[in-house]
């Protein structure tokens, strides 16, 4: 008997396994022409300057329009790094945040930075810094208003050429952020040792945040990391006023959440920033 469960368990594995591979499959071909179809478009999420709640840039995060329909980067991200098309879709990004930012400059006078999500495919790819060159010459972006992220758990490889991309990437003027921060294992010799510029406390911290005195702690410590490494430290997932305001006491420079607004599309975002330059959180 309990061999015949074993096996009808074995089953039921193996179709949802099946059916999984067959979506993944679907979804990598249909991602193939989602560029020239003109099927993605960016979100901004405003970042906040802790100090005076001020916004001082914002976050693209992808999205994909398919037959009207918006699906989340969480349900093609992982797609694109295994099939490598997150490395022409990643161009397409890139330059599209970068011709972004221009507008908030000369439309509304406004010197914000921007910053995009970058994986580790990504900044393999041999013509990374050509095309980033490329880019920011096309665009005519300032460098120091361009600010990549990359994730905690990516960077754990430690790799002497990764290093090298992000100090190649750190001479052109750009700044780069440690995406997640808190959700790898990375030794505080392990940071001091990468090119980056600030740290992103993750949302799963963020969300405990004075629930305990423990898990204030640990954010705490993460602030000071910061503060100990000579990095700026944001963080993102605000979702109440009250954790603005622990932020805030902790020492916290920037943050992120839907406390202060939800990611916007590129005309709800030049909207926000004409009605709400100074955005005030509470
Ligand atoms: P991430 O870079 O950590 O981005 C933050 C995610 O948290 C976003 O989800 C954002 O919409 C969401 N978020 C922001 N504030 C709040 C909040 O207060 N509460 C909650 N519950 N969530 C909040 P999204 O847009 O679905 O993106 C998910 C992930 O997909 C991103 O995580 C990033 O790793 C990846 N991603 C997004 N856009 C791009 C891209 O252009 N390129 C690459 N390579 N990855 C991207
Ligand atoms: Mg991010
Ligand atoms: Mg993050
Ligand atoms: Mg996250």
């Given at each position: 008997?309990?061999?015949?469960h074993?096996?009808?368990g074995y089953?039921?594995f ?25 099927e ?19 976050e693209a995060?992808?999205?994909?329009i398919k ?15 295994t099939?490598g098309?997150i490395?022409p879709?990643?161009?397409w990004?890139?330059?599209?945040a ?25 900044l393999?790819?041999p ?11 096309r665009t ?17 490889e ?19 952020a440690?995406?997640?921060f ?7 010799s392990?940071?001091?040792?990468l090119?980056?510029?600030?740290l ?15 898990d ?5 410590l993460m602030?000071k ?8 430290v ?12 622990e ?23 030049m ?10 959180s509470?």
């Amino acid at each position: 008997h309990a061999k015949k469960h074993q096996r009808a368990g074995y089953t039921e594995f193996g179709q949802e396994f099946e059916q999984q591979l067959q979506r993944r499959l679907q979804v990598a071909s249909e991602l193939r022409h989602c560029v020239e179809r003109n099927e993605l478009q960016l979100y901004y999420q405003p970042q906040i300057c802790l100090k005076d709640q001020k916004v001082i840039g914002a976050e693209a995060l992808v999205r994909w329009i398919k037959d009207g329909k918006m699906i989340p980067p969480g349900e093609f991200i992982s797609t694109a790094e295994t099939s490598g098309f997150i490395v022409p879709m990643g161009y397409w990004i890139l330059e599209e945040a970068c011709n972004e930012q221009i507008r908030w400059h000369t439309e509304l006078g406004l010197q914000l930075k921007v910053a995009v999500n970058v994986s580790v495919r990504q900044l393999k790819d041999p013509s990374f810094i050509g095309r980033l060159d490329d880019i920011l010459r096309r665009t005519g972006i300032d460098a120091k208003c361009l600010e990549l992220e990359v994730t905690e758990s990516m960077m754990m490889e430690n790799s002497r050429d990764l290093r090298k991309i992000l100090q190649l990437i750190r001479q052109r003027g750009l700044s780069i952020a440690l995406d997640d921060f808190g959700t790898g294992y990375s030794s505080l010799s392990h940071l001091q040792e990468l090119p980056i510029n600030l740290l992103k406390i993750d949302r799963s911290f963020i969300s405990k945040v004075t629930k305990s005195e423990e898990d204030r702690a640990i954010t705490s410590l993460m602030i000071k990391t910061g503060e100990l490494l000579k990095l700026r430290v944001i963080a993102e997932g605000i979702e109440e006023a009250y954790q603005h305001e622990e932020l805030i006491k902790l020492g916290c420079h920037e943050a992120q959440g839907y406390h202060y607004s939800r990611p916007l599309s590129k005309a709800d975002f030049m909207a926000l920033l004409q009605e709400y330059p100074e955005l005030e959180s509470s």
